[in-house]
């Protein structure tokens, strides 16, 4: 029929006995242009009465709740279920086919259960943990009927300037790509891209920004790309692949260009490559007005001429700018634009909401059901923070005994709640946080002396009185996260002050360090007997800290990202490559490139400490130096704990390619095993190592792997370590 509502008799695309293909095309044969280009348009905030005419159409396909194109700066009153279905009432019961509309929602590192921020999950390295999270955070964001969430973030950076790195899961491929399938996994489950309908606890995943941008100009926010692609394709693609594989349903296209092509409008990255050459058949959305941005960054006349550039491009969503809803149906009848591609991206969003269950389940669900914090959502919670607790320097003083005598907890995050949850956490509440005041006062009672720092003379009157400081400094999550960029990585004003004055009586000092990227930590380092770095750890910051603290789960996390020694140092990590002439590292310093300081990072990436100490034995192979292009062979390095109590060390496998066709990373992560292990137990880091592991993209783009030497290094951060050099074969050979 051409009009009116479909009779439920006449609609076999609800069959869900159906194949998702077929019944993506019995849909798709029976809508008109203008319903197609509805299921392209996305609003945000939809409301019911006022968006009713346009539900009951088909010409609204999807709708995020956010408080504004920098959501993650600003509360918002949340998700209404009771909006979300009366809604979806007008979508599937009033319109012509009945297609319901896709709610989504940033669920970044928890919804009501707030965990750390992705880049203190990233501190854990601990995949399982992670996928925890995520899954927790999905059963309690469909309570409140969302259905996507825009992550995880994968956009790899060596800028700390940048706020959004609170958002990243760390500096290097591996890391990131390992732990974004792990959200992926406990986003979606293995409903969603596993069978038509999906597990109703679960959620569609989307990893963004796709690409580079991390690589913003001078890490302000938004601005402009300067990269190749061969350095896109060997880091900065890399973790998106990996979340492809790992079959997230979404890919978000990024804001900034990438040498002078917007995003939105790359047709070689999303259409060629994303598309075509990775197989990636989910749904590209942009990014919030990103396509009507076109306009702005000088490549689109005006709305109609960018909604075009985006739909040849490859992107299939339109959030929020209007564009394809006001200028997609002309384009397509004045034939600038091939239906074929309105196609394409309808066909890619029918199957997403087919996949969620959306049209055997449209609304909420029970309206009673509760997603507040319980025992064991709060459980994950503070395994989460502990992994995101590094601690970068000890001299002794921590753990605290239990006989400890009074402790003196000073600085402005002492009695914090909402503070620690970190950026982007819409829907976490202030009093769900356990502050660290309340967790130390559960414990010591009236040996535990608060003072906020705001009478630095009173506060260094507890200092003389009190047997250990324990100071809790650090940034505001307002100062990370979207539009948060900074010109200097030092601590917030007055900070390092109050320090100073705490430490002049030279009474023990620790100082925890609550922030969203990596710090200039020079003078905190000198200053403390003790530093741990927990990020914005959520809603169990007070029990986490409160634990590492007192020993009662010893410190485990390791930096995901390197620590620059001050601003002018950056860009600082992983990423760099060898130089035409090297830099050296000699036992009283460094020579090298700078005249005024050393060249070498402050706290390089995967540094941690424990309460105990390890030694590393030779890295060795447990056969052949020698590893055919199709075959494996196992590296080992025995580590043993010297120290008297247990402890985790996170053995980290890295490896440099001495000659490639392209210059290659002086040091790259290719896998990780953590060790438990008693006072004097030793263990055994076991890595498989294939050859496609240390394959890269030539000077044409295209993947190899070449025979020759791999100098491979087992230790404990990206600096030190056991080495041992591994031969690939130019031929197949089979290893023992």
Not at 352 to 374: I, Q
Request: aromatic content about 6%.
């Amino acid at each position: 029929m051409t009009g009116g509502v479909i009779d439920s008799a006449d609609r076999p695309w609800l069959d869900s006995s159906l194949p998702v293909p077929e019944r993506v095309e019995l849909l798709l044969a029976r809508m008109t242009l203008q319903e197609k280009v509805g299921q392209t348009h996305q609003v945000a905030n939809i409301h019911p009465h006022d968006d009713a005419d346009q539900l009951a159409s088909g010409a609204i396909g999807s709708s995020l709740f956010a408080s504004g194109a920098t959501g993650g700066n600003e509360r918002d009153e949340g998700v209404l279920a009771a909006n979300i279905d009366a809604a979806q009432r007008h979508a599937v019961e009033a319109s012509r086919l009945g297609i319901p509309v896709l709610f989504g929602r940033d669920v970044i590192h928890g919804h009501r259960t707030v965990g750390p921020i992705p880049l203190g999950l990233a501190a854990s390295f601990d995949e399982s943990l992670v996928e925890q999270l995520a899954a927790v955070a999905a059963s309690e964001a469909v309570v409140d009927g969302v259905a996507w969430t825009f992550a995880p973030m994968v956009d790899l950076s060596e800028e700390p300037r940048w706020g959004r790195v609170a958002e990243s899961l760390g500096e290097t491929p591996v890391l990131s790509g390992r732990l974004a399938a792990a959200m992926v996994r406990g986003f979606q489950g293995t409903g969603v891209t596993g069978a038509d309908v999906s597990d109703r606890d679960r959620i569609a995943a989307c990893a963004k920004h796709f690409a580079g941008y991390g690589l913003s100009a001078g890490g302000r926010d938004y601005d402009t790309v300067s990269v190749g692609e061969n350095t896109l394709r060997n880091l900065h693609l890399r973790p998106f692949r990996t979340a492809v594989d790992a079959g997230v349903c979404t890919v978000m296209a990024a804001f900034n260009d990438v040498d002078g092509t917007p995003m939105h409008a790359h047709r070689h990255l999303l259409r060629d490559v994303l598309k075509g050459e990775w197989g990636f058949d989910g749904v590209v959305v942009a990014d919030w007005n990103g396509i009507g941005q076109l306009v702005h960054q000088g490549v689109a006349a005006d709305l109609r001429d960018a909604a075009r550039l985006a739909i040849e491009a490859g992107v299939d969503l339109d959030m929020c700018s209007g564009s394809y809803a006001a200028h997609l149906a002309d384009l397509v009848e004045s034939g600038e634009v091939d239906v074929e591609l309105v196609d394409d991206a309808v066909r890619r969003l029918l199957t997403l909401k087919l996949r969620l269950g959306l049209f055997e389940t449209p609304y909420v669900g029970d309206p009673g059901r509760t997603n507040a914090p319980t025992a064991a959502t709060r459980a994950v919670a503070r395994r989460a923070a502990h992994g995101a607790h590094v601690l970068v320097s000890n001299n002794g003083v921590l753990p605290l005994t239990a006989e400890v005598g009074t402790v003196h907890l000073s600085g402005p995050f002492a009695e914090a709640g909402e503070e620690l949850l970190g950026t982007w956490t819409l829907d976490g509440r202030g009093e769900d946080v356990v502050s660290p005041a309340t967790a130390f006062g559960e414990r010591l009672g009236d040996r535990l002396v608060v003072s906020d720092g705001r009478f630095s003379d009173r506060a260094v009157q507890q200092v003389r009185n009190a047997e250990v400081t324990v100071a809790v400094v650090g940034e505001h999550p307002w100062r990370s996260g979207e539009a948060n960029s900074v010109t200097d990585i030092g601590l917030p004003a007055g900070q390092l002050d109050h320090l100073r004055q705490l430490a002049r009586l030279g009474k023990p000092l620790v100082v925890v360090v609550y922030t969203g990227r990596p710090l200039d930590l020079g003078d905190v380092l000198d200053l403390a007997d003790a530093v741990l770095v927990v990020w914005h750890p959520g809603v169990e910051a007070g029990p986490a800290l409160a634990d590492i603290v007192f020993g009662d789960v010893g410190p485990h996390g390791r930096l995901p990202m390197t620590f620059p020694r001050t601003t002018g140092h950056i860009p600082t990590s992983t990423h760099q490559r060898p130089t035409g002439r090297l830099v050296e590292l000699h036992e009283e310093g460094t020579q090298g490139r700078y005249l005024d300081d050393q060249v070498y990072p402050r706290l390089p990436f995967g540094h941690g400490l424990t309460y105990t100490t390890f030694d590393y034995g030779e890295l060795r192979t447990t056969g052949s130096l020698e590893l055919g292009r199709d075959g494996s062979l196992d590296v080992e390095v025995d580590v043993t704990n010297t120290g008297p109590r247990a402890g985790r060390e996170v053995v980290q496998l890295s490896f440099r390619d001495p000659v490639a066709q392209v210059t290659r990373p002086l040091t790259e992560l290719v896998d990780w095993v953590a060790l438990d292990l008693g006072p004097g137990e030793q263990g055994t880091a076991t890595f498989t190592v294939r050859a496609d592991q240390f394959a890269y993209y030539g000077a044409d783009n295209v993947l190899r792997v070449d025979p020759g030497e791999i100098r491979l290094t087992a230790g404990p951060d990206a600096l030190h370590g056991s080495s041992l050099s591994i031969t690939i074969t130019p031929t197949t050979t089979t290893n023992p």
